[in-house]
């Protein structure tokens, strides 16, 4: 009984925030962008690893600065599928407004659940992480000394697919990740974001490999009727290391 209120009750904010929402006229935001990063694991033993990513992105595919991003934390393995980590990062976001120089800088803890499994040859990884963020308000191209704060829950479901027998050639990887938040300044947006990938993922060696392809991000702004629709080129490499003679 609790789960069905619980529900109704997350069906009427949405429904609400839609209905005010729809007081103007939706307008979006079509851009090009181009994203790259670098995602560390450093296992330090069976059951402990260092986290350590490094992101930047650019609009109009890589013309003007969109972000610079920067996350790290601690992860233990419960099992050998199964892991939970927390951690600190710091986004620096760059103004969209013409003529404006001043960066926007977030500070951010997250915690999260990750879980690897196997259907036949395919892979899934599923992500579940939540997110308290202080985002720095700017004010005629100034900083306001006032922060926006959001609480965040996103869910990743990763799908590798095997294209070919030699694990040499890359495989294919479909993903969507879903972006919800709450707070007290989160009035039309409860939901903020998804973002859709599709790509191919290739093993350079032992340790290294990357995942390269499309990204449609789709992104309600805090009007709640201007959306950001980014067709962005994607560039991710993993680095998987140890500092341990463990398996």
């Known amino acids: 009984m609790k789960k069905i209120v619980v529900l109704g009750v997350i069906i009427f904010s949405f429904s609400v925030h839609a209905l005010v929402a729809q007081t103007k006229t939706k ?38 600065p969109g972000f610079y991003f920067i996350r790290t934390g601690m992860a233990y393995n419960i099992t050998h599928d199964f892991f939970i980590a927390a951690g600190y990062a710091h986004m620096w976001v760059a103004p969209t407004t013409p003529g404006w120089k001043t960066y926007s800088n977030e500070n951010r803890v997250y915690q999260q659940l990750q879980y690897h499994s196997k259907w036949g040859k395919v892979e899934l990884t599923q992500r579940l992480r939540n997110e308290q963020r202080w985002q720095q308000k700017i004010v005629n191209d100034k900083y306001s000394g006032q922060n926006r ?27 969507d990740e879903l972006h919800i938040q709450f707070g007290k300044e989160v009035v039309y947006n409860t939901f903020d974001q998804n973002r859709y990938f599709i790509g191919i993922k290739q093993n350079i060696n032992h340790h290294l490999s990357f995942d390269m392809g499309y990204m449609k991000l789709y992104q309600q702004k805090y009007t709640g009727y201007q959306y950001d629709s980014n067709d962005t080129f994607r560039l991710f490499f993993y680095y998987n290391g140890t500092l341990t003679k463990h398996k």
């Open 149 to 175: 704060f959001t609480n965040r829950i996103r869910y990743l479901l990763s799908v590798n697919i095997p294209l070919f027998k030699n694990q040499k050639l890359p495989s294919l990887v479909l993903a």
């Open 27 to 64: 307008e979006i935001n079509h851009q090009s962008q181009s994203w790259v990063s670098i995602n560390s694991t450093i296992h330090l033993s069976n059951k402990w690893s260092i986290l350590a990513d490094l992101h930047m992105r650019r609009n109009y595919f890589a013309a003007d």
